[in-house]
């Protein structure tokens, strides 16, 4: 790797491979140290492509699931079977692997622009802006810089677009998904928002029971599935479906998201 080869957005590989070792070697401890994050399903790793592969997941905290999915997926290739024992897996990092992020968001201080250039995609949120409710338009260089990423890479979506639980699939997901047609893999997982805050920045509680599950990718009919059909599936793969509020009361998950509130200011 030449040292100053670039990516298709711009960033210079061996900037990214540093950053992601240091980003790796400073957060390893907050899953195996001071939580043991539980994995299920490294095996699927294992045996993606190098490239269109799009990761679908539930939403907990803004920085610490995507962080969690750096170390997950670089010990898997590196042949860790469920587990992150020994960060010398980032050594060599996969640089092919991005996320989609709000704009705002990764511009909001130091730290989050640095955490941008690890594989940031980030895009202007059509429904919500500075904490007020929008309604604007898909920008396609947007969803052209989602393509792009595919073509290079995999990439990671939270398509509630929200951290708040069993929030609507926003339908731009599925419509990427139909439109490139990726592999679509769904990631479970829980215990990060209540061992770090909302940002996932500050560890809020210790030897909490994270888990980590990946799924077998999704079997999607491209040409035949409709835009609600996928939206449906993907609120049962990331267990985001109305129907889980069966097992956990509604009530229940607005009261924790009311104490994840206070705590915030507590920490």
Do not use: C
């Amino acid at each position: 790797m030449g040292l100053f080869k670039k990516n298709p957005f711009g960033h210079i590989l061996f900037v990214k491979k540093w950053l992601i070792r240091i980003l790796g070697l400073f957060t390893h401890r907050r899953f195996r140290g001071f939580n043991d994050l539980q994995i299920e399903g490294s095996d699927v790793i294992k045996n993606l492509p190098d490239t269109n592969v799009l990761f679908i997941s539930n939403h907990q905290t803004y920085f610490a699931d995507v962080i969690a999915m750096f170390h997950v997926f670089n010990a898997s290739l590196k042949g860790r079977d469920d587990n992150i024992k020994n960060v010398g897996y980032l050594w060599n990092p996969k640089l092919n692997m991005y996320y989609v992020a709000a704009k705002e968001t990764m511009k909001s201080g130091l730290l989050p622009k640095i955490f941008a250039y690890t594989g940031s995609i980030s895009i202007e949120r059509t429904w919500r802006s500075q904490g007020k409710d929008i309604n604007r338009q898909v920008k396609m260089s947007d969803i052209s810089a989602i393509k792009k990423a595919l073509d290079d890479g995999w990439v990671v979506t939270f398509p509630q677009g929200t951290t708040t639980p069993f929030k609507p699939i926003r339908k731009g997901t599925a419509h990427i998904i139909k439109r490139y047609k990726p592999i679509v893999v769904p990631i479970v997982i829980d215990g990060f928002r209540r061992s770090f805050d909302k940002k996932g920045l500050r560890i809020k509680k210790k030897n909490v029971y994270q888990s980590f599950e990946i799924k077998e990718p999704l079997k999607i009919d491209y040409e035949n599935d409709t835009i609600a059909d996928i939206v449906e599936q993907i609120e049962y793969a990331i267990e985001q479906h109305p129907s889980f509020l069966k097992v956990i009361p509604q009530k229940e998950l607005l009261a924790q998201e009311e104490l994840n509130k206070k705590r915030e200011f507590l920490t």
